[in-house]
């Protein structure tokens, strides 16, 4: 199987085909966005070149100002809670792991138990509480939710790590004199460097694209996210083809770009382990 | 491992320190929503306020034809989605896994960063760019099933009552083939190099050591895959559908799912208006059924298939 | 330097208890191993006293003064694991001076201490290098000089040479004894290795499921166990045991008195006598025999598995220039000075030497 080139050859057409498959769409989409309207339609899958070439849908997009506040929000939101599932995970997987005390392994239990039970099925709730708190159409809801949502995830990952990593090293620490929150800091957050990649795209991605909770806790103009705002945008210019290819590629990039950056160490954290069945 | 450390005092504070926030958020914005929405259902508003009504939301919403009709229409919805990610996206996934684990292949990185892709775009974006692609106005399908020779057999799927929910899954199932993928890949790539040595030691081949061991070994896996998809099809496919074919699920509610069901239900919808308990009380059915699947997999599923390990 | 007190040392954990009251006192510069099977708690023991583990009950007192209420850093200890537990994000220098920079020492001082420390076990090359960059024997040296440059009053080792390669770990065996030697700091050293602990110690505490069995010189303990246990675990191959009658005040063996009992002993019908590889002489007018079912080549020496008259078993250690087939039967003496008497309760009874 591994040098027979007939199988072989066979085998790259397989992937080649459903590479293809995979990218076609967002090529035609890229490739598009470059065009007037009369190109989109007249040779879809024509490169974007001489009297074809056209900047008119991203000029649209611009046009309507609103694309850097959503990217913004959508940045703000990410980011933040990106970071609060990451400390936090990391410190609940630490202190679930490291100490015995009355009830660690029922905490443990409670904490993961949101993996099975989505969130969103408390929406009802959830707005009722934003309501009474004031925080309707802010990013805090947003990023008070995003947070209790990726936290069982990254908790999970965590302790099914640090229980790999052998205790004594904390140990060592404990001798050379480091408090206990300095060993966390010190010790345990350089230790799990390689799965915070792989948490931080896992949590990252239902994150960035929701359209859930922002179409319910804050569809305001002012805190729409980018996924929210290409929702409505489009719905607006259904009929600017090119504004909405443009949409939808400016909504791609940034994607792309994180996943790039963050790919190898993805799929490094992925194959050391970290995500097991 | 677990220590415990002289302390001075009993309460060991960092210990509170550590787990207290991740808690604390969890509880307030995770399980305390999830617990009122059960609440919520078993209260209805009557003369402005809210009352306990026990079942009775419940004994409506399976019993009137308003709601029954549409809560079964989104659950048959939903089983048909479930199935057809089974039947589909599961096994791509595995057989994409099981060719990007074969050792050495070339290119191996760029294909699984290539067919991971998708699943990192976000449901609208990608529901867009197919209803583009699908619409007979831009063409391109219709012009690309020509040139295959099949071009009678063009319909514009999406907008048609009998092909419109099976359209939406396989674009979602083009999307996420991504996320099984990547589990079976690890899964397989944890398989250690002795055990594949020693079935090829044993006289199997290419297909039977896929088949008689790394399949088995694998099995955990399947089943982690399994409900996962359980859980994300009863929720997650609202985005899909809310962009495609909007709040009302259509073409006339071809498309309903217990997602947009609840939306729908919650927060009203044109003409229909909201109603908290009811939301909740679909929220709370939808519950116990992701309840129902997970605990068979936990004390089924999983426990038979955990056997095979080690 | 400092000596060592363990006073009536009580470890539970949760409701079960896993160290039975155990005390002991480790003299200053002394290098003290504790050794014993898996489980038997020789590392909880070790780790009460770095102050990883509280103690149920009794005290610790290291240089005359409890350390119980204190925590580890400030105990004046050193610990070198088992795993190294070196902190990966840091290189050689960073490993070594960690303990330290935290600690609040001048640099100038942390760099001349890392440096001696660096020279004494030849890490000088190494310094800049990542413990992923290491070998196992190198990781541990930088193990072993992190303990140092603390310049601790106790050296506390638990297994620190077993997950390395057999030629490795003789050769970093006979490193620690060096680095004793050198530095004269009172050490305790856990190993489940016999050889190791016949090696290195000073004296050797032998546990047993929580309690210390006997702790003594290798030589007493090997010349004079006090038990079976640690006349079974002392010594390479282990020490026979071959179940014998009591007959007229001899215990005896397939019907040949082998040796007295203790004068006055009246109070044993069966015993177990306790025969070491190594004091056996095959000859042919030996007056016990048995037949031989294995026969082990060591290329300087050779040991003889025999199947005895009542099918008991017996390793007897022969020169390397005899020759033995599967099948032949073997005749042979033992030396009654070095006979070992217990009871059945195993505990060892005292000798009544005969010729
Ligand atoms: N944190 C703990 N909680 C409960 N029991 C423990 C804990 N640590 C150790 N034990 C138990 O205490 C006993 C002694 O363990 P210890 O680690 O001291 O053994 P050891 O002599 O070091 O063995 P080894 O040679 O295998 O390292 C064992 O029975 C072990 O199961
Ligand atoms: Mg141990």
């Known amino acids: 199987m591994r040098s027979n080139p007939l199988s072989s050859m066979a085998i790259h057409g397989v992937l080649i085909l459903y590479s293809a498959l995979a990218l076609f769409p967002l090529l035609l989409i890229a490739i598009n966005s470059f065009k007037s309207k009369k190109g989109i ?173 922002p179409l319910i806790l804050s569809p305001g103009e002012e805190t729409r996210t980018v996924t929210l705002g290409i929702q409505q945008f489009i719905g607006q210019y259904t009929v600017n083809w090119s504004a909405v290819l443009a949409a939808l590629t400016v909504a791609i990039v940034p994607v792309l770009i994180m996943y790039v950056i963050f790919s190898k160490q993805l799929i490094r954290g992925i194959t050391a382990g970290a995500v097991k069945g | 491992m677990s220590h415990s450390i002289p302390s001075g005092s009993r309460w060991r504070w960092y210990i509170v320190f550590f787990v207290a926030p991740a808690t604390l958020i969890y509880t307030v914005f995770a399980i305390y929503p999830i617990v009122e929405s059960l609440r919520l259902s078993l209260f209805a508003e009557r003369d402005a306020v809210e009352a306990f009504v026990g079942i009775d939301n419940y004994k409506k919403l399976f019993t009137e034809p308003y709601w029954a009709d549409q809560f079964w229409n989104a659950f048959k919805n939903n089983v048909w989605l479930f199935v057809l990610h089974m039947l589909i996206q599961n096994p791509v996934a595995l057989a994409l896994a099981a060719i990007l684990s074969i050792p050495n292949l070339r290119g191996a990185a760029t294909y699984r960063t290539i067919f991971f892709l998708p699943t990192l775009l976000s449901v609208v974006v990608i529901g867009f760019i197919w ?45 996420y083939v991504g996320i099984p993928m990547m589990l079976f890949y690890a899964a397989l790539l944890n398989i250690p190099e002795e055990t594949l040595e020693a079935a090829r030691i044993d006289g199997l081949n290419g297909w039977s050591i896929f088949w008689k061991v790394k399949l088995p070994l694998i099995l955990p896996t399947l089943g982690l895959v399994g409900i996962l998809t359980y859980i994300g099809n009863f929720t997650a496919s609202f985005d899909l559908i809310y962009t495609l074919q909007g709040g009302l699920a259509g073409p006339n509610g071809s498309t309903d799912v217990m997602g947009t069901f609840m939306f729908r239900t919650f927060f009203g919808f044109q003409a229909q208006l909201g109603d908290v308990n009811m939301g909740a009380t679909v929220a709370s059915s939808l519950f116990f059924i992701i309840l129902i699947g997970v605990s068979v997999y936990l004390f089924g599923v999983q426990r038979r298939l955990q056997r095979y390990q080690a | 330097m400092a000596t060592l007190e363990l006073n009536n040392v009580v470890k539970q954990f949760g409701q079960v208890e896993v160290i039975h009251d155990i005390s002991l006192s480790v003299n200053d ?86 440096d001696a420390a660096a020279d004494i076990l030849g890490l000088g090359p190494l310094m800049k290098r990542r413990p992923s960059e290491l070998s196992g024997g190198q990781r541990q040296r930088v193990a072993i000089g992190r303990a140092i440059v603390r310049e601790p009053e106790v ?201």
Not at chain 1, 47 to 69: C, I, R
Not at chain 2, 146 to 167: I, Q, R, Y
Not at chain 3, 59 to 67: H, Y
Not at chain 3, 181 to 210: C, N, P, W
């Open chain 1, 41 to 213: 339609f007249r040779d879809p899958t024509a490169l974007p070149l001489g009297e074809l070439y056209s900047t008119k849908g991203y000029q649209s997009v611009l046009a309507n100002g609103d694309f850097p506040l959503y990217f913004g929000n959508s940045l703000t939101v990410t980011l933040i809670s990106l970071v609060l599932i990451l400390l936090l995970g990391a410190m609940a997987a630490h202190g679930l792991t490291e100490y015995r005390f009355k009830g660690n392994g029922l905490l443990g239990l409670y904490l993961i138990l949101g993996i099975m039970v989505p969130i969103r099925l408390g929406t009802v709730a959830l707005l009722e509480l934003f309501v009474k708190l004031g925080l309707t159409n802010t990013l805090t809801a947003l990023v008070l939710v995003y947070t209790a949502q990726g936290l069982p995830i990254a908790i999970f990952i965590f302790t099914e790590f640090l229980k790999s990593v052998s205790g004594e090293i904390k140990d060592s620490a404990r001798i050379d004199g480091l408090s206990e929150y300095r060993i966390f800091f010190e010790v345990v957050l350089p230790l799990i460097r390689p799965v915070i990649a792989t948490v931080a795209v896992f949590s990252m991605i239902p994150i960035w694209n929701d359209l859930w909770f």
């Open chain 2, 131 to 175: 209803q583009l692609i699908l619409s007979p106005l831009w063409g391109i399908t219709p012009a690309f099933m020509n040139f295959m020779g099949v071009g009678k057999f063009f319909a514009p799927w999406l907008g048609l009552e009998s092909s419109a929910l099976t359209a939406v899954t396989l674009i979602s199932i083009w999307q």
């Open chain 3, 29 to 114: 510069g002394e290098l003290m191993v504790f050794v014993g099977p898996s489980g038997c708690g020789k590392s909880t023991m070790l780790r009460m006293i770095a102050g990883l583990e509280e103690l149920t009950a009794g005290d610790i007192q290291i240089g005359g003064k409890k350390v119980d209420h204190l925590p580890p850093a400030k105990r004046g200890i050193a610990m070198v694991f088992q795993s190294y537990a070196l902190y990966p994000h840091k290189d050689v220098r960073g490993n070594l001076g960690f303990a330290l920079r935290h600690a609040g020492m001048p640099k100038a001082e942390v760099t001349q201490r890392v």
């Open chain 3, 155 to 355: 050296f506390l080792f638990d297994e620190p040479l077993s997950n390395l390669d057999a030629a490795l770990r003789v050769h970093m065996r006979v490193e620690i004894l060096k680095l004793h030697q050198r530095l004269k700091s009172t050490m305790i050293y856990v190993t489940h290795d016999q050889v190791e602990a016949m090696t290195l110690a000073d004296r050797i505490a032998v546990f047993r499921d929580g309690v210390v069995e006997q702790c003594g010189t290798p030589l007493e303990l090997y010349k004079n166990p006090a038990n079976k246990f640690v006349a079974g675990f002392i010594g390479s191959p282990a020490m026979n045991f071959i179940d014998s009658n009591v007959v007229n005040g001899c215990a005896e063996h397939a019907g040949q008195a082998v040796i007295n009992m203790p004068d006055g002993d009246s109070n044993h019908a069966k015993v177990s006598i306790g025969i070491r590889p190594e004091d056996v002489r095959v000859k042919p007018d030996g007056i016990l025999s048995g037949t031989v079912q294995v026969y082990e080549h060591l290329g300087g020496e050779a040991y003889l598995h025999l199947l005895l008259q009542d099918d008991q078993n017996l390793v007897v250690r022969t020169d390397a220039d005899s020759a033995y087939r599967i099948g032949d039967t073997v005749r042979f003496d033992v030396i009654d000075s070095k006979l070992h008497l217990f009871g059945e309760n195993g505990v060892a009874l005292p000798r009544q030497l005969t010729s």
